[in-house]
């Protein structure tokens, strides 16, 4: 583990003791564990598969994995980081079993250029998420994301919402660097385009 | 700087991961692009506003059956 064999140039983090002692058999530090990351992993595959039901089912099952195979969790990563690999990797499975005839995966939709050209230069009113009440808003965000591909929208949700670092959303997603840049761009600029729908000035001399 | 290259930095500008350089090229070019500057200041809106706002909340009732699983399994692997 590079954070203990380094101390003084890294600063420990504090899950890795949290993990020794659940990997010695210590039932509270896997559940304080478990109630750290709960919402995170939740969100996550709430995001990738837009399923509450699928999301629940994939969260339970993320951590009693992660619970069986701790034993192979060697700390090269953050614990979070790995725990979300795994949430990723059952949210993509669970996404194709969903969708039988077509094929789901991290590169899906990638080829095609739509959306990485900015088309909508309306400015935004100033704090436009204020012209909408708390439920307007977060189904206006809802429907926004669920409109992009997978493969961006698991992006954004690592780097933008979870606050992952670019090289921790490539470790989870086992995706280059530079592929993570291009799809964060994409995801970014199309999220930009749909959301200047609700949050952008009204042309003068058109009806509102 | 184009608008062309000034989409390819944006990534890393956002990600406080450009060069000073081309920092000073992106301001440059934004101050004379009025689109890119919108889409500059839209960008980073639409970052934030996923960012503050909490879309997806786990309901009380699935934290307690998650528990309820964990401790079964744990348990039933001492």
Known sequence: MPAIQSPGTEEIHPDVALVARAKDGDTAAFEQLVRQYERQIFRVAQHIT???????????????????????????????TWLVRIAVNESLMRLRKRKTSKTVSMDEDVQTEEGSIPRDFAEWRPNPEQNFNQAELAEILRKTIQGLPPGFRTVFTLRDIENLSTEETAEALGLSVPAVKSRLLRARL???????RYFGKKKEGLPA | MTCTDFLAQLTDYFDGQ????????????????HHCEVVLDTTSKTISVYRDNEIYEVSPEFRDRLHLAIMAKCTAAK
């Open chain 2, 18 to 33: 450009i060069s000073p350089e081309l920092l000073e090229e992106v301001r440059e070019h934004t101050s004379s692009c």
């Open chain 1, 190 to 196: 199309q999220l930009r385009e749909r959301l200047s």
């Open chain 1, 50 to 80: 837009q399923n509450r039901e699928d999301a629940e089912d994939i969260t339970q099952d993320a951590f009693l994995k992660a619970y069986e195979k701790l034993e192979q969790f060697q700390g090269n990563s953050k614990f979070s």
